[in-house]
């Protein structure tokens, strides 16, 4: 069994789908010693108790089950944070974004050095948020981040139960070693050790250039999709929730195509100002699609086409929640703008701003979408200052100009 040469202690935050399923994957991996931190309401005495009784069980979509049998159980949850950051050789935050800026605060000064600091996913600008909080706590450790969350996943019973839907097969990362190892064993650097958790799959593939990684998490892919299609609502309640992605149509195209473009331009802009520094690779919005789902688009002629024959999206809905009478209403609050704007399509804004591309499309989503998120990030065609509490823009870090941006992480 693949693991690690010597004891390891694993402190994971986080008490989602995700949490579940790292717990479960994490235990398994030999000389790992694994630890949930789950402060947030009563979640980690419900899954201790859980537990207890009837043990923890991964599903997987091709019918394999991993078990682990009550009282038998390799990991433990707990809401003890101080003790469980002290000791603790890699501590993993797995948990929506919005979460990072107060678990961050929280742990920063029981971190050891030698502590590598994970975000799965870490999502846009968590490099710089993780530098920003452990230089101010004078902490030097290791900061990892995950592009994405490596499954599709959902608690079936919640601390017992999880099912896996699917794996990516490659995802991107990005590693900064305050201290350089001097460990030339590829497995046993922070990146190295993430995969050993991980196993096998997903591939974990680095990216140097973490200006860049801040743009391959697309975040101009869930709120334009979302504007286009809600924009001119009557505010009335629907019977049945309308197909997201299968139910665009050419103004949620012109939206998904132009802010992606927006921030491709940007992106041109920053390579032919930083020759040495790779901004390839972020394609447009149809390549994306199909590069994501070679074999389940039947019509790749178009975006659009692309969008409406592609089977991976058969039954996905918009994220409504239930009105008074039952009906459905669009939920605003859901990730796909409470996520991906203040921690991703402002980001990119912002990036925009320095280095003076004018984004139109992108401005008019975040102006629709700020009134909904009951925040303001614009103002008379400018962003306004965006503090930490409701966003993860740069300039909630000091950074606000490219050069510093680029320099940040230097
Ligand atoms: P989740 O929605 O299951 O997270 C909910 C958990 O977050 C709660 O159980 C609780 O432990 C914690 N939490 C929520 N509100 C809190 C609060 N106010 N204070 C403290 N803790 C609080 O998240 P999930 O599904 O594990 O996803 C993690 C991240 O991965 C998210 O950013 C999600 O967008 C992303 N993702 C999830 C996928 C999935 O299949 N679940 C797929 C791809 C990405």
């Known amino acids: 069994m693949a693991g690690f040469s010597e004891s390891k202690n694993v402190t994971i935050f986080g008490g989602g789908n995700g949490a579940h399923v790292l717990a479960g994957t994490s235990s398994l ?28 069980t991964m599903k997987y979509s091709n019918g394999q089950t991993k078990s682990q049998p009550a009282g038998a159980v390799n990991f433990k949850v707990t809401k003890e944070v101080e003790a469980n950051v002290r000791n603790a050789d890699i501590v993993i935050l797995c948990m929506p974004a919005f979460l990072h800026e107060m678990v961050l605060t929280n742990i920063a000064s029981y971190l050891q050095d030698k502590c590598v600091l994970v975000g799965l996913p870490g999502q846009a600008g968590f490099e710089y948020q993780a530098l920003a909080i452990l230089r101010e706590h004078g902490k030097k450790c290791s900061v990892v981040s995950i592009e994405t969350l490596p499954w599709a996943c959902r608690i079936v019973k919640y601390g017992q139960e ?4 699917g794996t990516k097969e490659e995802i991107y990362a990005s590693q900064i070693e305050q201290i350089k190892s001097k460990d030339t064993d590829s497995n046993s650097s922070p990146m190295g050790q993430v995969q050993t958790i991980l196993g096998p799959k997903p591939v974990l593939k680095r990216e140097m250039n973490i200006i860049k990684y801040t743009f391959l998490y697309r975040p101009t892919v869930h709120p334009p999709i979302m504007y286009a299609k809600w924009k001119n609502w009557d505010g009335k309640p629907l019977e049945t929730a309308p197909l997201f992605y299968q139910g665009v149509d050419e103004e949620a195209v ?6 992606t473009n927006e921030m491709i331009e940007v992106a041109n802009v920053l ?5 040495n520094m790779d901004f390839s690779g972020i394609s447009p919005m149809k390549e994306c699609f199909i590069g994501e789902y070679p074999d389940q688009i039947e019509d790749k002629q178009t975006l659009l086409s692309c969008l409406k024959t592609n089977r991976a999206y058969d039954g996905l809905v918009h994220p409504m929640k239930k009105t008074a009478d039952g009906k459905l209403e669009p939920d605003f609050k859901y990730r796909y703008l409470m996520e991906d704007v203040p921690y991703g399509l402002l980001i990119i804004r912002q990036i925009a701003g320095m280095v003076e591309v004018r984004t139109p499309l992108i401005d008019e989503i975040i102006v629709w979408a700020q009134a909904k998120l009951g925040t303001e990030y614009m103002k008379d065609g400018k962003l306004c200052f ?8 740069p300039m909630a870090y000091g950074i606000n100009t490219i050069e510093e941006f680029v320099n940040f992480f230097e």
Not at 162 to 165: D, K, M, P, R
Not at 386 to 393: E, S
């Open 386 to 393: 965006v503090d930490r509490k409701h966003g993860r823009l």
């Open 162 to 165: 999880v099912e896996v839907l």
């Open 29 to 56: 991996v030999k000389n790992a010693h694994v630890t949930v931190v789950d402060t947030f309401q009563d979640e980690a005495e419900r899954w201790t108790n859980a537990m207890a009784a009837n043990g923890f």
């Open 271 to 275: 390579a032919s100002k930083y020759p």
């Open 254 to 259: 012109k939206y998904l195509d132009g802010a």
